[in-house]
């Protein structure tokens, strides 16, 4: 994070702003410029402003998953600790994570959504960024299977200006296993609305056999620094 500050260093026993861009700043900052030297460096904090965060390790606080397609059975997102044996028994942070399969490979032919809880943006007045960590471990040899991440409006239904998918992915994992951490820029249609975020994960017809699916965790929705 860049901070400028506007006013007169030499002038202030204090530094107490004005600041550009406008941030959480904590004023004043002790700094005698007297006696700091030919060189000297002034220090603001500030953190971003946060619209949601969710690490999963409480109950499902709104979130809710279905199948919007395909034949498959079974949960379509599941949440708790992963458990695949020597493999991948573990979360981002915490133990719990959202995932389309927690302890088996995920099948052929269905759509599996995971639909957040409503994401309060109408006092956004910047751009807003979605971050996440996330293990995907999708797809083989010639097949389609996709991951993509969607916004929707408060009611789940499509948002205008918002109409495709906001990230996609399909990759095929061979181990280490491990989360990554994902920041996505949120198009300018969702500034001033409510929303929900959709995780979707689309298995085509073709049986993967030992893949584990789309786990996610630590998801967080804030203003774009």
Known sequence: ????????????????????????AVSPLSVDPATAGPQKFYRSQGQPITYFTD???GAAAGWSAKFAGGTAGGPAWEQGTPAFPDEVTFAHSGTRVWATSLSTP???DFIAVLTSPVIDL?????????SF??????????DTDQAEIFVR???????TGAENAVWKESRLTTGPYFFQRRAVDLPSAVSGKKIRLEFRLTSD????????????DDVDVYAKP
């Open 153 to 159: 409006d408060e009611n789940g239904e499509v948002l």
């Open 1 to 24: 994070m860049r901070v400028e500050f506007t006013g007169s260093l030499e002038a202030a026993d204090v530094v107490s702003g004005p600041y550009r861009p406008v941030l959480n």
């Open 133 to 142: 960590y996330d293990l995907l471990d999708i797809g083989g040899e010639g």
């Open 106 to 108: 995920y099948g052929p």
């Open 122 to 130: 109408t006092a956004a007045t910047t751009a807003a960024r979605l």
């Open 205 to 216: 017809a073709s049986n993967d056999g030992v893949r584990k699916g789309w786990m996610v």
């Open 55 to 57: 690490d999963f390790e």
